[in-house]
């Protein structure tokens, strides 16, 4: 299967990618005008934040005051920019980046505001193919792959043990009874469960990157800068295993087994969105009768996550709090394999064997 450009630009970590490389692409240049874009697009980025946020001025000259920098300020300042060259290291920094910038608890940040106008777009769409080109990004668009999946604990992270259909039964348990108390407290700045992925407890696995480390250990929405973590190879079990390579299937999925979380996510949801109205999800509970697990792969991730996707009159859903290529499975999984002790040296960037 191949990346699709196009799908790259119709999602909200596509987007954020390609920006990030677009940037990279303009600091790596270092002329006086690409420095200029990238200030352009920061100050762009700021003005479109809808938080609170602060522009810190030091120097002993005349008050500053903050130019006003529009999107289409920012296409005619890269226009000359061209698609950068995107080596293996600028490939996993953008996704990072984009992983890192995910947040469906608020309003989307100015960055992602930015590369989602229409202004951005002819000037992001050159990047978007030179990703679906680039030798670091062929494996994204590929579904599961069994023979080369790994568990990622991190150093702190509690693992739980409980039987797969125990878990499932309980996490459906407390999401008709979340719905049930979100209900009764009404509108307000409620924020709560904002994730749509399937419970904590289930066996969780990734493939590993091109340069070896299992994608989870650096791409985690809403990670908490882990430094130290175990990883093992999985020996995953044989049976169907539910590919979502875009937001088609996610729609097919919540259409087959759907569950209304309005209540439960609405008021997140709508803040990150704009939009109001009923939300659905998959019921894991459900999907389990037909499948042994559910897997993301990078490509869909990029295409999908964060984006709104209808799903006819049940009303929308979005894909939230999961990570680029990552399998859940309804069923018991032999994590028994080889066991790799990996470390980095900061909150972001990349691991190394410890």
């Known amino acids: 299967m191949f990346l699709d450009p196009s799908a790259l630009l119709d999602g909200p970590r596509g987007r954020r990618l390609c920006l990030e490389i677009l940037l990279d692409g303009a600091r790596r240049a270092d002329t006086p005008e690409m420095r200029d874009a990238v200030h352009a697009a920061f100050r762009a980025a700021h003005g479109l934040e809808t938080g609170s946020s602060t522009l810190i001025v030091i120097g002993n000259g005349e008050p500053f005051d903050e130019p006003d920098v529009s999107p289409a300020d920012v296409a005619t300042a890269f226009t000359d920019l061209g698609a950068p060259e995107i080596s293996p290291e600028v490939l996993d920094a953008a996704l990072e980046a984009s992983v890192d910038g995910a947040r469906y608890w608020q309003a989307p940040d100015g960055a992602d505001v930015l590369a989602s106008s229409a202004e951005m777009r002819p000037v992001l769409a050159p990047v978007a193919a030179a990703v679906a080109r680039a030798p670091g990004a062929r494996e994204w668009a590929r579904p599961l792959d069994r023979e080369r999946q790994w568990t990622v604990s991190f150093a702190g992270v509690p693992v739980l043990d409980e039987a797969p259909g125990d878990v499932l039964a309980r996490w459906r348990e407390e999401a008709a009874a979340s719905e049930i108390e979100w209900a009764a407290l009404g509108e307000g700045r409620w924020s709560g469960t904002w994730w749509s992925t399937p419970p904590a407890g289930l066996a969780l696995t990734t493939p590993p990157a091109a340069h070896g480390d299992p994608l989870r250990l650096r791409y985690v929405e809403d990670g908490l800068g882990w430094q130290s973590a175990r990883a093992r190879r999985a020996i995953v079990p044989d049976g169907v295993v539910i590919e979502i390579a875009g937001p088609d299937d996610w729609e097919a999925l919540c259409a087959r087994h759907p569950l209304v979380v309005t209540a439960s996510r609405g008021h ?34 990029l295409s999908t996550a964060g984006r709104v996707i209808p799903v006819g009159a049940l009303g929308s859903s979005l894909v939230a709090g999961w990570s680029p290529g990552e399998t859940y499975w309804f069923v018991e999984v032999d994590t028994g394999g080889d066991e790799e002790r990996w470390a980095r040296d900061g909150n972001t960037g990349p691991w190394h064997p410890a």
């Open 268 to 301: 997140d949801w709508g803040r990150m969105t704009d939009r109001r109205g009923p939300w659905v999800q998959p019921d894991w509970a459900s999907m389990a009768n037909e499948a042994v697990g559910v897997h993301l792969s990078v490509a869909g991730y």
